[in-house]
């Protein structure tokens, strides 16, 4: 087994990472593990970002160094890859580090036992502590994911490694055990992460092409788009039922947006997807997963990547030439804005929610309102207007657009 103290990974403090509340009642730290891949760069990657959090809001990261000297250690953000959803950081200033290097999971075997090590949390001085487990299954969702049991591996974003010390994966997010304690003459349900039976973790395969390819700062990886909406599986009854289908996987086109890669290359509502790239879609157990491989084999592609796609139409085949373009921004990316005197705050309308579940397309030129504090002068309606007030007052817990961006921006939102 490889010792605790040969494995180097580090305690990452992520302050300001809740997104609707950083300006109205102050930043929240945020606390998670990185784990040191380029020592002479001071590169380390990282799954515990929260997700939806936009990039602007993510600030003084700080990492310490998990033991030896624990002087906290500047870091800069690199970026966060959209599709693996791993965070990129790099070191400010000297300091010795010891890397981990990522290999090849090929090979793993049902029956074979890894490790992996993470940190306890903060109330436990974030020790470094190891956990043990056998490989019980490989599945294919379309993406790989490696369950395992008889043990327990540590927390999410912890490195997994073979008994002979071969780095290959990371431990996936896992959902903690609710165990009831008796304390102080009471009882106490307390989460216990790590306690589960069996756990699971994201082999190497599956996110060396993007370990490959860390974005330089301020220039993320953009992902591809086609201009769809959404991708429909295609049940038996459907496919059976099909002129042309014949057995082969295939995915339903759903909403096109006007003026996208898919609209000009012909692409309509309704086509069934039976190619991509001169190859037929993969044979999965489910239709689901022929949707869920199609999505991912196209996000494996660039912007601008040339990409013929067959689809099924009236009974015949045709062939689209599509010039993938770059994903415009989704809600989670769009700017925002807050304001601590109305208490709420807002974000610009995105492009898909002008076409997404809408008969018509939304043509208003507004905001979105993602926090109202309860009594603020933004729950009660007085400042912002009557399109606001409406908005707010109908529901607290939902998004709603409120009427012009610059008739909110107006009254403090900055």
């Known amino acids: 087994p490889v010792p605790i103290e040969a494995i180097d990974v580090r305690h990452l403090n992520l302050r300001g990472s809740r997104l609707e509340l950083l300006q109205l009642i102050g930043q929240r730290p945020g606390l998670g593990q990185a784990i040191c891949i380029d020592a002479a760069r001071g590169t380390f990657v990282t799954g515990d970002v929260p997700d939806g959090v936009p990039v602007s809001e993510l600030k003084d990261f700080v990492l310490i160094p998990a033991t030896g000297d624990?002087?906290?250690?500047?870091?800069q953000l690199l970026g966060t890859d959209p599709e693996e959803k791993l965070t990129f950081l790099k070191v400010v200033g000297e300091h010795k580090w010891s890397q981990l290097t990522f290999t090849s999971s090929r090979g793993l075997k049902v029956g074979q036992r890894v490790c992996s090590v993470g940190l306890l949390g903060k109330q436990m001085g974030g020790a470094p502590y190891a956990g043990t487990a056998v490989i019980v299954a490989k599945l294919e969702l379309p993406d790989e994911v490696i369950y395992v049991g008889g043990g327990d591996l540590t927390i999410g974003s912890s490195p997994v490694m073979t008994m002979d010390g071969r780095v290959v994966g990371i431990v996936g997010g896992q959902v903690p055990v609710t165990m009831r304690l008796m304390l102080r003459g009471g009882w106490v349900d307390a989460s216990m992460m790590g306690r589960q039976a069996t756990r699971f973790f994201i082999p190497t395969g599956e996110f060396a092409h993007v370990l490959k390819n860390i974005p330089p700062p301020g220039r993320p990886r953009k992902l591809p788009w086609l201009g769809v909406l959404s991708f429909e599986p295609i049940?038996?009854?459907?496919?059976?039922?099909?002129?042309?289908?014949?057995?082969r996987p295939a995915v339903m086109v759903g909403q096109v947006i006007p003026n996208t890669p898919a609209t000009?290359?012909?692409v309509e509502q309704g086509d069934l997807i039976v190619g991509v790239g001169g190859t037929n879609l993969q044979q999965m157990p489910t239709s689901r997963l022929v949707a869920s491989a199609f999505r991912r084999g196209i996000?494996?592609?660039?912007?601008?990547?040339?990409?013929s796609i067959k689809v099924l139409r009236g009974g015949k085949d045709i062939t689209c030439q599509v010039t993938l373009a770059a994903r415009p921004l989704l809600p989670n990316e769009a700017a925002r804005y807050y304001s601590r005197p109305l208490g709420m705050a807002a974000r610009d309308i995105v492009l898909v929610e002008r076409y997404l579940r809408r008969a018509e397309p939304l043509k208003e030129n507004g905001a979105v309102v993602t926090l109202a504090i309860p009594k603020s002068p933004s729950a009660i309606g007085k400042l912002v207007g009557n399109s606001v007030r409406n908005a707010i007052d109908h529901s607290l817990d939902q998004d709603h657009v409120v009427g012009r961006r610059r008739q909110v921006v107006g009254h403090g939102l900055n």
């Open 235 to 247: 049940g038996e009854e459907m496919a059976s039922a099909t002129p042309g289908l014949n057995g």
């Open 299 to 307: 996000i494996r592609y660039t912007p601008g990547a040339k990409v």
């Open 70 to 75: 624990r002087t906290p250690v500047k870091a």
């Open 264 to 266: 000009r290359a012909g």
